[in-house]
């Protein structure tokens, strides 16, 4: 393409900076100061000798890391099967295993909670057993979809090859296939860590009281406590884990890396003979089994009450009280109509600050580049520290808006706005330059050239977009566990209350709103799923082939 | 030094028929090349013959043992892939070397018996090279002395000298003749090209000619 002609016609410098003030201002307002105000407050007064003094921290520390420890090579160890199966073989229920794992994986965090505690027997509630089995089921996702990814490419020639060498199956894997796809499994076994370490709603919901990780006591402590200073020691700390552990596992993947030097898909195939026909049904089974009992469970418990099977809980979600005139203080139906109102807010603050910003983005060259990675950030912290920051910086006047509407929404909209640029960025980049010049040769000045070439490709993944930041925004409790104030509770603080209680109404009831949330989140997902893929049969999954 | 006899085998791919009733026998130390035009199902009679595909009928039997049931690992038939498969993570001995690890052979020995068919190949003093850096005609070599030094009793080759430049061609189907008579293996190779055929093989057959007459 001409390079002058590129500059000529393109976007005038006012455009591209008046789409760019508004998601940098929002970025710098809601993200970055209340996190320089989380940092300060770390840094200033004896919190920091207080907090890394005393014992209980370290035993927070300790708990959290080596419960991800145990998760993350549990999950590992149990996906592998899983990943092996669907990265070769070819069988009729496969799209159904991936969407269920994918479907378990977008769950909300104190959803799956609930479905573990639905699943597990009494005597194993409130245990790191409880815990662990939350973080697997959830997780079974990441290790099949990543280290599947890179096994497709590892030719079955190449397994083949050492198995006409004398190589059993078992020898092809530990010889062959794992060290070539290691690079994968600690990609994958990083991500299962991050998110073990840093869990929060499993934990509100599955562990005993004492039960902490470093995020759980940064809430107490922030919000049960009130030691501001020591609930931000410890976000910093966690924020050191988390990037030691990040760095740890970019060097470790660069190194174990190497060029496999294939694009292509091995094609998949049918198992064929009795040995490999039983080891596809077995594992298939079995993992749908890990799966799909977690949800299963949910459902069945909120149909089961102390008088046997019935839709009580259903029926009477609006009566909670516990004896006549004496109420638990949580209200399911006023929970649901707060999600909802937050997630139309915060869907519609997340698609027009990510549409703005994907645009700015775009067009905006280097500058573009800096509010990119600026609104990923998001990301890369947990919604504890983004709450927490929120709650302590928007506390006094001119800007105490802590009983604001508007709080909770933003805050979700903070979350969901590195989703919807995702969603929307890649479909920008690909509306062929051509297609703009082609309607400036046509006599249309640069903006509306761009109005009338770009603009249009944008609904699409711009409702794709707003699925993700709706599902997102229903199912977020880490932030807004800090920012919700009494009577705003949403649909997963009032999980988390019900399932908190004893008697088997609330439960039931608990679980009920669980499985609502469970539905709404998976049809979300799954119908931006459709909406990315361009359409009901370009599945992101390849069939036989 | 083993015998090889195909009976009857018929494969099919998702219902369109690969080979129908091909059979072939081969006596001890044989080199058989068989001939037929891309697509025609060849490298699948190989791949029959090794256990990496399942034929839908008929059988493969070696040494008089039907191993139609027997899995890849245990039939002892070593197989030099068209693009070779060398093992990227592993140096060029420890490819060489690989089937004898499989086999339990102690280390000292696996690595002097590699080098010994490096040098037989010509390649010696690559053991410590990793595969990456290999020409397409050193890639080759390797491959084969990887099946070689397995000591498999039956040695299948897949296009071994396709995509290499006409004069390591001729070069290498000279050498690979050489080396599989030493060797005294029996091996089927298969190629579209009837000169190489000939160079390395002592028959011919098409295809073609092997499949039942229908």
Redesign the interface.
């Known amino acids: 393409m001409d390079r002058a002609g590129a500059r000529v016609n393109r976007l005038p410098r006012w455009f591209v900076a008046a789409l760019t003030v508004g998601p940098a201002t929002g970025l710098a307002v809601f993200f970055l100061w209340p996190f320089v105000t989380l940092l300060a407050e770390a840094l200033s007064g004896e919190a920091i000798s207080a907090t890394l003094g005393r014992d209980a921290t370290w035993d927070v520390v300790w708990f959290t890391t080596w419960q991800a420890v145990v998760s993350t090579v549990s999950t590992v160890l149990i996906a592998m099967a899983p990943a092996y199966v669907v990265a070769r073989f070819d069988f009729r229920t496969r799209r159904l295993l991936v969407g269920l794992l994918t479907a378990v994986f977008v769950l909300p965090t104190v959803v799956m909670g609930a479905a573990i505690l639905a699943l597990l027997p009494e005597s194993l509630d409130r245990t790191v057993f409880a815990i662990v089995a939350a973080h697997v089921v959830f997780n079974l996702a990441v290790v099949v979809r990543l280290v599947g990814a890179m096994w497709e490419h590892l030719?079955t020639?190449?397994e083949?090859?050492?198995?006409?060498?004398?190589?059993?199956?078992w020898?092809?894997f530990t010889?062959?296939s794992l060290?070539?796809i290691r690079p994968s499994v600690i990609a994958a076994a990083t991500v299962v860590f991050l998110f073990s370490f840093t869990s929060f709603g499993v934990i509100r919901v599955v562990g005993a009281t004492g039960t902490r990780t470093v995020e759980v006591e940064i809430w107490r402590r922030a919000t049960q406590l009130g030691d501001i200073g020591g609930a931000a020691v410890l976000t910093v700390l966690q924020l050191l884990v988390l990037g030691a552990g990040l760095a740890w596992s970019t060097t470790a993947q660069r190194r174990h890396s190497?060029?496999?030097?294939l694009t292509l898909r091995s094609p998949l195939r049918r198992p064929?003979?009795r040995?490999e026909r039983r080891l596809v049904t077995g594992v298939v089974a079995a993992t749908f089994a890990v799966a799909g009992a977690p949800l299963v469970a949910l459902v069945v418990r909120s149909f089961s009450t102390p008088t046997g099977w019935s839709a009580t809980a259903w029926t009477d979600l609006g009566r909670t009280e516990i004896r006549p005139g004496i109420r638990v203080g949580v209200d399911p139906w006023n929970a649901i109509a707060n999600s909802l109102v937050n997630a139309v807010w915060a869907t519609l603050f997340a698609v027009v600050v990510g549409g703005l910003a994907t645009l700015a983005i775009a067009a905006a060259g280097r500058a573009g580049r800096v509010l990119d990675a600026g609104l990923m950030l998001p990301l890369g912290t947990s919604a504890v520290t983004i709450g927490f920051g929120m709650l302590i910086t928007f506390d006094a006047p001119p800007v105490d808006w802590r009983a604001s509407w508007w709080l909770v929404p933003v805050g979700h909209a903070l979350i969901a706005v590195p989703f919807v640029v995702r969603a929307t960025l890649g479909v920008l980049r690909s509306v062929a330059p051509d297609l703009t010049t082609a309607a400036a040769t046509l006599g249309a000045p640069p903006v509306r050239a761009w109005r009338e070439t770009v603009v249009p490709y944008l609904w699409r993944p711009l409702a794709a977009g707003a699925g993700l930041a709706a599902a997102i925004s229903l199912g977020e409790f880490g932030a807004t566990s800090f920012l919700s104030r009494s009577g705003g509770e949403t649909m997963p603080i009032a999980i988390e209350r019900l399932l908190g209680r004893t008697g088997s109404l609330l439960q039931a009831q608990g679980f009920a709103l669980a499985t609502m949330l469970a539905v709404t989140t998976i049809v979300a997902v799954a119908v931006t799923d459709r909406l990315q893929a361009g359409g009901p049969s370009a599945g992101r999954d390849r069939g036989?082939s | 030094m083993s015998t090889l006899e195909v009976r009857d085998v018929a494969v099919a791919f998702d219902g369109v028929e690969v080979l129908d009733g091909v059979s072939l026998a081969m006596a001890s130390g044989e080199i058989a090349a068989v001939l037929g035009p891309s697509g025609s199902g060849k490298s699948t009679l190989l791949r029959v013959i090794a256990g990496i595909v399942r034929p839908r009928s008929g059988s493969v039997r070696i040494d008089d043992r039907d191993v139609t049931d027997v899995p890849t690992h245990q039939r002892r038939v070593g197989m030099v892939f068209q693009d070779n498969q060398l093992f990227p993570h592993r140096s060029v001995a420890d490819n060489v070397a690989f089937g004898l690890k499989m086999t339990g052979v102690e280390r000292a020995q696996r690595r002097r018996r590699a080098d010994d068919w490096l040098e037989r190949v010509g390649l010696a003093g690559f053991g410590d090279r990793s595969v990456d850096g290999l020409s397409g005609g050193e890639a080759k070599r390797v491959a084969l002395a990887r099946t070689l030094a397995a000591v498999p009793a039956v040695v299948l080759l897949d296009e071994p000298l396709t995509g290499l430049d006409r004069e390591l061609h001729d070069r290498l189907a000279v050498d690979l003749a050489h080396i599989l008579r030493s060797a005294g293996t029996t091996a089927v190779l298969v190629t579209h090209d009837r000169d190489e055929a000939a160079a390395v093989a002592d028959r011919t057959v098409e295809l073609a000619d092997l499949q039942h007459p229908s």
């Open positions: 030719p020639d190449m083949a090859a050492a198995a006409t060498l004398g190589a059993s199956r020898q092809v010889q062959i060290p070539l190497r060029a496999l030097g064929t003979g040995g036989s």
